[in-house]
Every structure is written in C-alpha cells, then in structure tokens.
C-alpha cells in the first residue's frame, strides 16, 4: 500500500505513526499480536508487540532446568512495543492477532540525523 511518495535526497529516515493512525481491519497491511489491553470510555488502548522483534529462549531447557531463568522472562517485558487506539466497540483481547492499516494523515517522516520533520 503506497501512502505517499516523497522525494528526498536523505538515505535513511525514521517514520512514526500515532497511535490513532491505525484502523483495524480484518486484514491490512500491518500483522501483530496484543500484548495488553485498557478500555477507558470509547477508546481500546492497545499495546502491540513489535512484529519484527522476534524473542527467542535463551538455550534449550534440560530436564530439571527452572524454565524462566532459561528462556529468559526478562527479555519478554524488553521486548519492544507499540500503542494503538482503537474504538472499544472492538472486542480484543490480549495474546490476540490483529490487523491494521495505516492512516496516511497520520503518518509522520523524520530525518534519522536531524530529528527534523520531512
């Protein structure tokens, strides 16, 4: 899904997106699974487990090994997220995979040196 084309003599930018620049749909261009979720009034806070940050256990657990020092639970609330506002007619729960597309309003390109906005 193409947003916008932006022509730039930067090689490397950052993008950020609100969090309310994310609708949820059945299948969009953007697959995660929910990590928490708050209901406060009309709005579902969610936070999303980054989809290209994979945790993986630290070893192979042996017969007898306590399995959180081996697999590492610290790494899990290390593992890097992201928010998303959604209506709360949406029913999510976490430990659910969810769908987004983008709001292209929403959508905002830095310079990765400068921090400046494109």
Excluded: W
């Excluded at 306590?66 to 639970?73: C, P, Q, T």
């Amino acid at each position: 899904m193409l947003l916008k084309k932006l022509k730039t003599d930067l090689t490397e930018v950052f993008v950020g997106i609100r969090p309310e620049g994310f609708t949820y749909v059945e299948k969009g261009v953007l697959d995660a699974e929910v990590f928490l979720v708050e209901t406060i009034g009309r709005d579902t806070t969610l936070i999303i487990k980054d989809p290209t940050q994979i945790i993986e256990p630290l070893a192979e657990p042996n017969q007898g090994d306590d399995v959180e020092e081996v697999v590492g639970v610290k790494s899990v609330f290390e593992q890097k997220t992201f928010k998303v506002i959604v209506d709360s007619q949406h029913r999510i729960m976490p430990g659910d995979k969810v769908s987004f597309n983008i709001r292209p309003e929403k959508l905002f390109v830095f310079n990765k040196e400068t921090g400046e906005l494109v």
